[in-house]
Nanobody, 125 residues
Framework: QVQLVQSGGGLVQPGGSLRLSCAAS????????EGWFRQAPGKEREGIAFIMNSDGSTYYADSVKGRFTISRDSAKNTVYLQMNGLKPEDTAVYYCATDPRVRYVSFDSHDYGYWGQGTQVTVSS
């Protein structure tokens, strides 16, 4: 069974940090692109961070640039999202995604067919 299994969400205070994990099950997580999206209630699903496996280059939405870092651990078949300096507006459900058809970074959620189950991140005092 092809799955992306997420972990690491939860409640954190403003200015705090969290690390999300996305582990592949049933396949090797080595497609061209892996990424993270988030969706807050009433808002569009937003692409926020992506990594190219070919050269390790990373791409970020302006809303998270300088605060979030995407990385990959091939030995653990896992992609991570390190989130620092969290703000209340970061509150959302976060999803990891990939697709073997996506050969270059796309911020469009419709291009991706493999998704994690989503994990809630809440930033509040």
């Amino acid at each position: 069974q092809v799955q992306l299994v997420q972990s690491g969400g939860g409640l954190v205070q403003p200015g705090g940090s969290l690390r999300l994990s996305c582990a592949a099950s049933g396949f090797t997580l080595d497609y061209y692109v892996e990424g993270w999206f988030r969706q807050a209630p009433g808002k569009e699903r937003e692409g926020i961070a992506f990594i190219m496996n070919s050269d390790g280059s990373t791409y970020y939405a302006d809303s998270v640039k300088g605060r979030f870092t995407i990385s990959r651990d091939s030995a653990k078949n896992t992609v991570y999202l390190q989130m620092n300096g969290l703000k209340p507006e970061d509150t959302a459900v976060y999803y990891c995604a990939t697709d073997p058809r996506v050969r270059y970074v796309s911020f469009d959620s419709h291009d991706y067919g493999y998704w994690g189950q989503g994990t809630q991140v809440t930033v509040s005092s």
